[in-house]
């Protein structure tokens, strides 16, 4: 609310005449910590408010869920627990057993290192599968795990078993649960647990494993690591990382049918640091992610538009609900965005975006301050529009301002108030526009609409009007167009009928007009009877024309066309003169005229050859 205020006062402090920045020299002894604070709010943040958070808090909460880990492969190097004041004995009571006998203490540290091969299978997110979203990426599937020392003591003599050696070899298969939470689009945290069933050899002969004594029982591991992912731009990505491991294996079960180990069970605890192989599906951005860079970068507008598009594709997201709020604040917001981009137009002088930016903040503020400075700043550029809109039609730009006209009666009310009026004196200064360029059949039109449209203008018509007579008088021996002195007769008629008296000049005019129509109509008729006259002079003499035909002789044929353009001229076989006369006529045809003995006997019209 303290924000949309600021906004607001600095709107109304716009538009007050006279407090516009005006160039003035800096105050050099201002202190510097002051000059400070008053910048500051013109400098603002780049970032708006909750940025900080939301990086901390609140990455990727538009990503896609993991749906599916395929595969996850680790390998690496186990020690079991160690005790003794050096930690290089194992607990003396991590062996439980049957009868009172000498315990085995397991040996030196060396003796206890050994390797883990752990493989996790189809491990698919639950909650995505099941109820189509996902609130975190939690992964569950199938694990196996093999463990092996790699040397072990012998056990104690005292046991009667020789040269065997207590080097668990265990098996464990089971189910595993993982949690992958990332920041950042290449690497991510995870942490792992599994839970499963427990196999073991116990003895160690040689190199081989004794098939008895075998323990069984449960398995649990925790595991916590990272993963860097390799391509993050692919739809199947593929991992490498490192795993801190603790487990603990409880062999509560012994199978012993020979009778060689005095054990009745074993906990075996072990950790370990692993390489970690991995491939997953899922977690690609969403365009909710790029409206929140919207959001937080302040652009309110393109963020809500996004945030639109992410709602509308994924509507089963599990931040469905947070990008609503986002929507709700980009719509509370907007208006403030669009009147911080109206006043920086305004500052520059560009009043046409500036209004348009006003219009759409005005349309979507609810704030009652806020709402009442843009009113106002609105009015103001109105009142100015108008005026300018005046203006242009003297200056001669009747369509330019008829459509600012327009465009400001959609927000204005005195201009929508004032637009049959403003029509109505486009219409007319148009007449006098016309008038000044000779079209005086147009110039009356003109001016006998606007006083249709607007009687208040007919002062003004009949002076107009007066004009376009005194021009018509002036110029009537030229005009070519008796519509125009007409029009204007008619209109000096009606306007005696009106009036009842026109005035000495007026009536003189219109006498003259009178006697100009006269005297045009009298030329016009007898040019009319002229032209009548020669039109029948040359149908009398084209009617007394002799036509060419046949039997004419050489030279009446000369008198007739002329000469022609070809003469093919031989003697037949009796001794006959013949000759063959060509003419070109106008559609392209060749008139062919054949004579014997100096008389013509054929006339032929013959398509001219290509």
Not at 30 to 55: M, P, S
């Amino acid at each position: 609310m303290q924000r949309r205020t600021t906004i607001a006062v600095l709107l109304i402090l716009f538009c007050i005449p006279g407090l516009k920045a005006q160039d003035s020299a800096p105050d050099t002894t201002e202190n510097k910590l002051i000059r400070f604070f008053r910048d500051f709010g013109r400098v603002g943040f780049r970032y708006g408010k909750g940025y900080w958070t939301n990086r901390l808090l609140h990455r990727r909460e538009f990503y896609q869920p993991i749906q599916l880990i395929p595969l996850e492969l680790s390998y690496g190097l186990i020690t079991n627990a160690g005790g003794g004041k050096k930690g290089q004995n194992l607990r003396s009571d991590y062996i439980f057993y049957e009868s009172a006998v000498e315990k085995y203490q397991g040996g030196t540290w060396t003796t206890r290192v050994g390797h883990q091969l752990e493989l996790d299978l189809l491990k698919v997110n639950l909650s995505q599968y099941l109820f189509q979203t996902s609130w975190m990426n939690v992964h569950t599937g199938l694990n196996l795990r093999y463990t092996s020392l790699f040397s072990a003591p012998q056990v104690p003599s005292s046991w009667g078993v020789g040269s065997k050696r207590l080097s668990p070899r265990i098996l464990e298969p089971g189910l595993s649960t993982s949690f992958i939470l990332q920041w950042f689009d290449h690497w991510y945290l995870t942490g792992r647990y599994t839970y499963g069933r427990a196999f073991a050899k116990l003895y160690k002969t040689g190199k081989k494993m004794d098939p008895s004594p075998s323990g069984s029982g449960p398995a649990v591991s925790y595991a916590f690591g990272f993963r860097f992912i390799l391509d993050p731009g692919l739809d199947n990505r593929f991992t490498v990382g490192v795993d801190f491991k603790h487990g603990f294996t409880k062999l509560t079960k012994i199978n012993d049918p020979d009778n060689v180990a005095p054990i009745s069970g074993m906990h075996i605890s072990s950790y370990g640091l692993f390489l970690t192989l991995s491939a997953f599906y899922g977690g690609k951005p969403t365009i909710g992610e790029e409206a929140k860079a919207y959001f937080y970068h302040k652009d309110y507008i393109t963020a809500r538009e996004k945030f639109r598009e992410f709602l509308a594709a994924n509507p089963n997201h599990a931040n469905t609900a947070r990008a609503q709020w986002f929507l709700d604040e980009c719509n509370r917001l907007i208006p403030e965005q669009l009147v911080k981009e109206g006043l920086s137009f305004d500052d520059r002088g560009l009043e046409d975006s500036a209004l348009n930016k006003y219009l759409q903040a005005r349309s979507l503020s609810s704030d009652s301050v806020l709402s009442s400075s843009l009113d106002e700043r609105i009015r103001q550029m109105g009142a100015a529009r108008v005026v300018k809109a005046q203006q242009m039609v003297f200056d001669g730009q009747f369509e330019e301002a008829l459509a600012l006209m327009l465009g400001t009666a959609q927000f204005y009310a005195p201009a929508k108030e004032q637009l049959p009026e403003f029509r109505a004196r486009v219409t007319l200064e148009k007449g006098r526009y016309a008038l000044q360029r000779g079209l005086y059949f147009r110039a009356v039109e003109l001016v006998d609409q606007a006083v249709q449209s607007d009687p208040e203008l007919r002062v003004e018509a009949e002076l107009l009007r007066y004009e376009i007579a005194v021009k018509l008088v002036e110029e009537a021996n030229t005009i070519h167009d008796p519509s125009a002195l007409q029009l204007m007769i008619n209109s000096l008629e009606t306007a005696q009928e009106l009036s009842g008296d026109l005035g000495k000049r007026n009536d003189a005019i219109l006498a003259q007009l009178h006697q100009q129509l006269s005297q045009w109509e009298e030329r016009r008729l007898r040019t009319k009877i002229d032209r009548r006259m020669e039109n029948e002079r040359i149908r009398i003499l084209e009617r007394n024309r002799r036509r060419l035909e046949t039997g004419m002789t050489v030279p009446e044929v000369q008198d007739l066309l002329g000469n022609p353009e070809q003469v093919q001229h031989q003697q037949t076989a009796n001794g006959q003169d013949a000759q063959l006369w060509f003419y070109t006529l106008k559609d392209g045809r060749s008139l062919q005229l054949s004579f014997l003995d100096f008389v013509l006997f054929k006339i032929e019209k013959v398509k001219a050859s290509r």
